[in-house]
């Protein structure tokens, strides 16, 4: 009977060592904010966009979750189609233009009674090929479930809050338009 026992009990920790190694629960997370207005006199110069990294903060520590995953490429992609749907600018890519916006961003989770996700952004605008002109730093949160049980209970937080957070950024943009014009 006590072998029996040892041996359910070596199982069950096998089990649970494996659920991790064998893809477990991963959260990939994907934004795709929409601009709740559009700018009526774009800034006349193309834009190009960097998001050289995006930090995680706590993800990995949280209960249930063997992986959380949010790709830099993915906040770079939903930042360049956001502008190019509010119109702040002529032109927005990944790859060129005449000004370039530096966005480093931490999306920082924490487990209270909810979770809370609080996204960080510190930004820089200017001409391309000399320093920049202003930075800009912005931070945003929303409250999330108290379990995290499907990706959404992640994703739907962390897409308010990069909405709130670019709103917040390109309506700064906007107010110093007259630092960026031609």
Known sequence: MKSRLIEFYVGLVLLIISIPLLGGCVHTIHVAPTPPTVSQTPIPQSLRVEVPFLALEGADHMPGIAL????????RAATIDYIQQRR?????????GDLTLT????LRMQS???????LRLES?????????????KVEKDAVGSRV????ASDQEPIAEAVQAA??????????DSTLYGK
Do not use: C
């Open 124 to 136: 820089e605008l200017g001409p391309t090929t000399k320093p920049p002109v202003k930075a800009y």
């Open 112 to 118: 209270r009674r909810e979770y809370r996700y609080i």
């Open 166 to 175: 670019l709103d917040d950024l390109l309506s700064q943009i906007e107010e």
């Open 103 to 106: 966005i480093k961003a931490w």
């Open 148 to 151: 995290r049980w499907v990706t």
């Open 88 to 96: 702040t600018f002529t032109s927005v890519s990944e790859e060129q």
């Open 68 to 75: 959380f995953e949010w790709p830099v490429k993915d906040l």
